[in-house]
């Protein structure tokens, strides 16, 4: 399921923007019935401003639509600007949409505004951006309400339209990111979150969900250098050194994973899996000694664990194969082999393994018996 997007806390966009709409501008030099028309809508939205009611939202609906009804009205900057702004405000504050309109609020809102003439677009700086502030807020309100339907490509959609308005929204663009890659647009969600992780402050898992989506496509390279520059910023994070881990084990770099894999140990002293591939990092570089003592680990922590009974019996093997009167490595051979063959008895590996210890310490009659095994096991 998709996580929960963030969004900021909604802020109530009122008195302060609204006071701006003063009575400079209420008393524009209209004609007739679209100058009382005009003036009846901008007192009906400054009470708005003032008392929150959104019953004088509704009459300055009704009056500006009145007046915007001869094409030289709808054509004038300033009867755009203020149905803009109370349509916007609608868009926002009757997210019901309790008061009727042929057209919903929102696209009225992109209308109004794209008639206002590019000339007279510096006199209304502040009007835009309060209409701009509650077609953000109304596209939020509409993302969550998809985000509860699950429906991931309209919220995106939503999301898409808040930031093309440039209002300056840190969550935006994490947002933007998090419902591209649910929506399988991984190269979208990549360029969102190389923004994301530009920002003063970023959060290490904006680098783990990114070094996800390199995972989905396939882009080793990149899910490493991620994954690095991650650990560089939170050296201490323990979810960046485990997936760093996971990683380098993949790729077979188990050189890379030897000075980390004992600070991931610490983290979780008892996971099978990270002290055996401990073990087995160390003992491909040539740590014969520390990598049997993570595989000693495994066997304490789950006795019949076969990879490190057989990985274990297999060092000491090769060490009474180099040294005949090695007798602790005989010892140890023949336990943990004999432990492995428990485990799984038709295994071959194990089996091979005991073969080679029983020809070495002359037990011809265990030769043998493990031989004839062998051979019933290769003819199946």
């Known amino acids: 399921m998709m996580r929960q997007i963030k969004t900021k806390k909604k802020t109530n966009i009122q008195i302060s923007v609204y006071s ?33 009611d959104i019953k004088n939202l509704e009459n300055a609906k009704k009056f500006i639509d009145a007046t915007y009804t001869t094409r030289r009205d709808s054509a004038n900057s300033k009867v755009n600007v203020l149905r803009s702004m109370i349509y916007s405000s609608l868009a926002y504050a009757d997210s019901a949409r309790t008061i009727k309109s042929d057209t919903d609020p929102i696209d009225v809102t992109y209308n109004a505004l794209k008639n206002i003439k590019d000339r007279n677009l510096s006199e209304y700086r502040a009007e835009i951006k309060y209409v701009k502030q509650n ?38 663009t994490y947002n933007l990111a998090l419902l591209a890659s649910q929506t399988e647009q991984y190269n979208a969600a990549v360029e969102y979150y190389k923004q994301v992780i530009k920002q003063s402050d970023p959060a290490p898992e904006y680098y783990l969900e990114l070094t996800g989506i390199y995972r989905k496509i396939g882009d080793k390279q990149a899910e490493l250098n991620t994954l690095q520059a991650a650990r560089t910023l939170f050296p201490e994070n323990k979810q960046v050194l485990m997936n760093l881990i996971q990683v380098f084990a993949k790729n077979n770099e188990y050189k890379a994973i030897v000075p980390i894999i004992d600070e991931a140990i610490k983290y979780e002293p008892e996971n099978i899996e990270l002290n055996y591939l401990a073990g087995f990092a160390n003992e491909t570089v040539g740590n014969k000694e520390i990598a049997k003592r993570y595989y000693q680990q495994v066997t304490q922590l789950n006795g019949n664990n076969y990879e490190a009974n057989l990985a274990l019996g297999l060092m000491y093997l090769s060490d009474f194969l180099q040294d005949e009167n090695n007798s602790d490595a005989q010892y140890q051979a023949q336990n943990l082999l004999l432990k492995a063959n428990e485990i799984r008895p038709y295994d071959v590996n194990a ?21 004839l095994l062998l051979n019933q096991l290769s003819n199946n």
Request: glycine share 4%; with cysteine; charged share 20%.
């Open 20 to 52: 701006l709409v003063t009575c400079a501008w209420l008393c524009v030099s209209l004609h007739g019935h679209a100058q009382s028309d005009y003036k009846e809508s901008s007192n009906a939205f400054a009470f708005y401003t003032q008392t929150g």
């Open 135 to 172: 077609l953000a807020a109304a596209h939020l309100f509409n993302a969550n309400k998809a985000l509860e339907k699950q429906d991931y490509a309209s919220a995106y959609d939503s999301y898409i339209r808040v930031k093309d308005l440039n209002i300056a929204n840190y969550n935006v």
């Open 351 to 371: 089996l091979k393994s005991l073969s080679l210890f029983y020809e070495k310490s002359g037990d011809m009659m265990q030769l043998d018996r493990v031989k």
